[in-house]
């Protein structure tokens, strides 16, 4: 079942300069649970397209529709992290992970119950009032994560999900994410510049091209098909190909 189409879906942003052209007429269909990544240079329209999914911009041109419902604006099926989506320093993890559910007036004593069996689920359980300060950059994430978990959204656009941890973290944090995603059957779109990443964790990875983006090949990884780890992906001699092939693509001029 399509769970997100992307229907020609141009994006003009209109500056002082004129009007720039972001995205180009990109169509896109995402089935339920698929975890899709979208790879391109910076500047090439990957924040964009997440936003316009989100309903937080409207397309120029085309539509986005979600359980086939045209997205009009933010909706509660869709939970967005933003790219450097940071934690608020004077909130304690808690109050960080019930944010959401407080700006939709939500906080129900069953969902923050819920809340904090997530927190305990995912090795958070003794840190709740702790300050962000005092825990790791992947535990961090992980609070971030839950806080876009707590709302429910079927779908997830994250935005760069990990480009403020270090090498090392990256991949401990991406196979916890990963595996929190697939329990919770959730559909993913993520968007990044690191080909290693798209390739481990994804179902589909949809290359771009320079702005205004358009996609420019999409890549179906067996991997993640046969149910595989990001770090069992890793270690497969085909990581090694795709990862070519696709940086191939990304660097190709036309
Ligand atoms: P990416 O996430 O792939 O780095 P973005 O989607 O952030 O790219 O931006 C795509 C292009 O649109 C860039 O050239 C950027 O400068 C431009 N852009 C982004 N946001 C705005 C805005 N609010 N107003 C004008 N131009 C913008
Ligand atoms: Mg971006």
């Given at each position: 079942m399509a769970r997100v189409e992307i229907r020609n879906v141009s994006l003009n942003y209109h500056t002082l300069a004129g009007e720039v052209r972001?995205?180009?007429?990109i169509s896109l269909t995402i089935e339920d649970q698929e975890f899709v990544a979208i790879v391109g240079q910076s500047g090439c329209g990957k924040s964009t397209l997440l936003s316009l999914i989100s309903g937080l911009l409207r397309p120029t041109r085309g539509s986005v529709f979600i359980d086939q419902e045209e997205v009009q604006g933010p909706c509660r099926r869709v939970g967005y992290m933003l790219?450097?989506?940071?934690?608020?320093?004077?909130?304690?993890i808690l109050d960080n992970a019930l944010l959401g559910l407080e700006i939709r007036r939500e906080k129900t004593p069953e969902a923050v119950a819920e809340v904090k069996a997530m927190l305990k689920a995912y090795g958070?359980?003794?840190?709740?009032?702790?300050?962000?300060?005092?825990?790791s950059g992947g535990m961090r994430q992980r609070v971030a994560l839950i806080r876009t978990l707590a709302t429910g959204p079927d779908v997830l656009l994250l935005d760069e999900?990990?480009?403020?941890?270090d090498y090392q973290n990256r991949l401990a944090v991406g196979e916890e994410v990963v595996k929190i995603l697939r329990e919770r059957r959730k559909t993913v779109i993520m968007v990044t510049h690191d080909i290693p990443e798209a390739v481990s964790m994804a179902n589909r990875v949809v290359v771009m091209t320079p702005r205004?983006?358009?996609?420019?090949s999409i890549h179906r990884i067996k991997m993640c098909d046969e149910g595989l780890t990001p770090l069992q992906t890793r270690e497969r001699p085909q990581f090694r190909e795709y990862f070519t092939t696709i940086w191939k693509e990304l660097n190709r001029d036309d």
């Amino acid at each position: 079942m399509a769970r997100v189409e992307i229907r020609n879906v141009s994006l003009n942003y209109h500056t002082l300069a004129g009007e720039v052209r972001a995205v180009e007429d990109i169509s896109l269909t995402i089935e339920d649970q698929e975890f899709v990544a979208i790879v391109g240079q910076s500047g090439c329209g990957k924040s964009t397209l997440l936003s316009l999914i989100s309903g937080l911009l409207r397309p120029t041109r085309g539509s986005v529709f979600i359980d086939q419902e045209e997205v009009q604006g933010p909706c509660r099926r869709v939970g967005y992290m933003l790219q450097n989506d940071y934690l608020f320093e004077w909130r304690t993890i808690l109050d960080n992970a019930l944010l959401g559910l407080e700006i939709r007036r939500e906080k129900t004593p069953e969902a923050v119950a819920e809340v904090k069996a997530m927190l305990k689920a995912y090795g958070l359980g003794g840190f709740e009032q702790y300050y962000p300060a005092q825990l790791s950059g992947g535990m961090r994430q992980r609070v971030a994560l839950i806080r876009t978990l707590a709302t429910g959204p079927d779908v997830l656009l994250l935005d760069e999900p990990f480009s403020a941890l270090d090498y090392q973290n990256r991949l401990a944090v991406g196979e916890e994410v990963v595996k929190i995603l697939r329990e919770r059957r959730k559909t993913v779109i993520m968007v990044t510049h690191d080909i290693p990443e798209a390739v481990s964790m994804a179902n589909r990875v949809v290359v771009m091209t320079p702005r205004p983006g358009r996609i420019r090949s999409i890549h179906r990884i067996k991997m993640c098909d046969e149910g595989l780890t990001p770090l069992q992906t890793r270690e497969r001699p085909q990581f090694r190909e795709y990862f070519t092939t696709i940086w191939k693509e990304l660097n190709r001029d036309d």
